[in-house]
């Protein structure tokens, strides 16, 4: 029999162990890599090019929503499952938008999760039960609640976005060149452009921005603000 094989991406190491363990469990399906954020799980997926990946929204350094987007655009052949904690409205319209094909609560069952993985690879679509009977109900939802999220957020490439997701993380314009092999003058340019797209002029607009983007959790607002 000719196994699925599935990436799993989670930046907390007792999610992927329970994953693992859980999808061992079934015959058709093999975990073949773990990754513990957004960058990782690219390039484990240029190197290992699993036919299914599993992906947490909110991880370190790179979220899992740009992640799929990259993901998406380079090796089409991959599909992703977001994972989330978060039973959110936005969180599941920006997945969709991304490119996931599904979208899992962490607290689905084991059942579910293993079902999802099959439907995906046959190229069909599967949500959590509690979000798909909300589906024809999403609206374009914004942080300002005046439509404004989706039309800016569809101006910044990749590159501010990763750039936006560090800088929100508290990240200083050295640090962030370093993590991204940019220079420093670069990444000032990348901020200047984000905050005239965005209309933001400081970092606590960028963050707050983010936040209700959901590149980062509100969690990490707490560490900056």
């Known amino acids: 029999?000719?196994?699925?094989?599935?990436?799993?991406?989670?930046?907390?190491?007792?999610?992927?162990?329970?994953?693992?363990?859980?999808?061992?469990?079934?015959?058709?399906l093999e975990v073949v890599g773990e990754a513990q954020d957004g960058r990782q799980a690219i390039a484990l997926v240029?190197?290992?090019?699993?036919?299914?990946?599993?992906?947490?929204?909110?991880?370190?350094?790179?979220?899992?929503l740009e992640a799929t987007r990259q993901v998406v655009k380079d090796f089409p052949a991959t599909k992703v499952l977001m994972l989330s904690a978060h039973n959110d409205d936005a969180y599941v319209k920006t997945a969709a938008e991304s490119g996931a094909v599904g979208f899992l609560l962490k607290q689905t069952s084991a059942h579910d999760v293993c079902r999802a993985?099959?439907?995906?690879?046959?190229?069909?679509?599967?949500?959590s039960p509690s979000v798909f009977k909300r589906l024809d109900l999403l609206k374009p939802i914004t942080p300002d609640g005046a439509g404004v999220f989706h039309k800016k957020a569809a101006q910044l490439t990749s590159r501010e976005r990763e750039v936006?997701?560090?800088?929100?993380?508290?990240?200083?314009n050295k640090?962030?060149?370093?993590?991204?092999?940019?220079?420093?003058k670069t990444v000032e340019k990348h901020r200047e452009h984000l905050m005239q797209k965005l209309d933001i002029h400081d970092t606590a607009g960028l963050t707050r921005?983010?936040?209700?983007?959901?590149?980062?959790?509100?969690?990490?607002q707490l560490t900056i603000v």
């Open 117 to 127: 993985i099959r439907e995906v690879q046959k190229g069909n679509t599967f949500f």
């Open 175 to 184: 640090e962030t060149a370093a993590e991204l092999g940019i220079g420093i």
């Open 1 to 28: 029999m000719k196994r699925i094989t599935v990436l799993l991406a989670d930046d907390h190491t007792i999610v992927r162990e329970g994953f693992r363990k859980m999808l061992e469990m079934e015959d058709d």
């Open 46 to 64: 240029k190197r290992l090019r699993p036919e299914v990946v599993l992906m947490d929204i909110a991880m370190p350094l790179l979220n899992g």
């Open 164 to 172: 936006l997701q560090l800088i929100a993380e508290g990240n200083a």
């Open 209 to 220: 921005y983010a936040i209700g983007a959901g590149i980062i959790e509100s969690s990490v």
